[in-house]
């Protein structure tokens, strides 16, 4: 999983904030990603009808669908008379992570990685996976692709 931590941020001589940090392991050093906001935080965590909800004491509370980043697409063909070109394309499709409770922890996310249908392709001799990503949002990003895995049945 991600780890996340929301905190009070005060750097010397400024006013505090909140700063965020993020780990790929609870037991491996957190990286600073930024800041958000101004005035005196106290932020909370949590989760609900599918968003993520920071709530502080100042008058901006925050509302996200999740960590990914908007827009992810992707495509896949295939070679289907092993000429090593692609003869087949899918269409260029959205992409997102899901995410849920689990029950019993209030602080705790289910995640299920983003996926794509590929039932409609033929079988092939060869495969191309092409991947775009597009920050769409106004806010400062790290695009991270930890992971592409293509399943055969």
Same mark, same amino acid.
């Given at each position: 999983?991600?780890?996340y931590l929301?905190?009070?941020?005060?750097?010397?001589?400024?006013?505090?904030r909140i700063g965020?940090?993020?780990?790929?392991s609870i =037991?491996?050093?957190f990286? +600073?990603?930024?800041? $958000?906001? !101004?005035?005196?935080?106290?932020? @909370?965590?949590?989760?609900?009808?599918?968003k993520?909800y920071?709530?502080?004491?100042?008058?901006?509370?925050y509302?996200?669908?999740g960590?990914?980043?908007?827009?992810?697409?992707?495509?896949v063909?295939?070679?289907?008379n092993?000429n090593?070109?692609?003869d087949?394309?899918?269409?260029?499709k959205?992409l997102?992570e899901?995410? =849920?409770?689990?029950?019993? +922890?209030s602080?705790? $996310?289910? !995640?299920?990685?983003a996926?794509? @249908?590929?039932?409609?392709?033929p079988?092939g001799?060869g495969?191309q996976v092409?991947?775009?990503?597009?920050?769409?949002?106004?806010n400062?990003?790290k695009?991270?692709?930890?992971?592409l895995?293509?399943?055969?049945e």
């Open positions: 999983g991600q780890y929301f905190c009070d941020f005060h750097p010397a001589n400024e006013k505090i965020w940090f993020t780990s790929s =037991d491996k050093p990286e +600073f990603c930024g800041e $958000i906001g !101004r005035g005196h935080p106290d932020p @909370d965590i949590g989760f609900a009808e599918g993520f920071m709530i502080t004491q100042t008058a901006h509370d509302v996200s669908p960590p990914w980043v908007e827009k992810v697409e992707s495509r063909g295939v070679d289907v092993d090593g070109k692609i087949q394309w899918t269409d260029w959205e997102k899901s995410y =849920d409770h689990i029950r019993g +922890f602080k705790q $996310i289910e !995640r299920s990685p996926s794509l @249908d590929l039932s409609g392709l079988s001799f495969f092409e991947v775009r990503m597009t920050d769409t949002t106004s400062r990003s695009p991270l692709l930890q992971q895995a293509l399943s055969f």
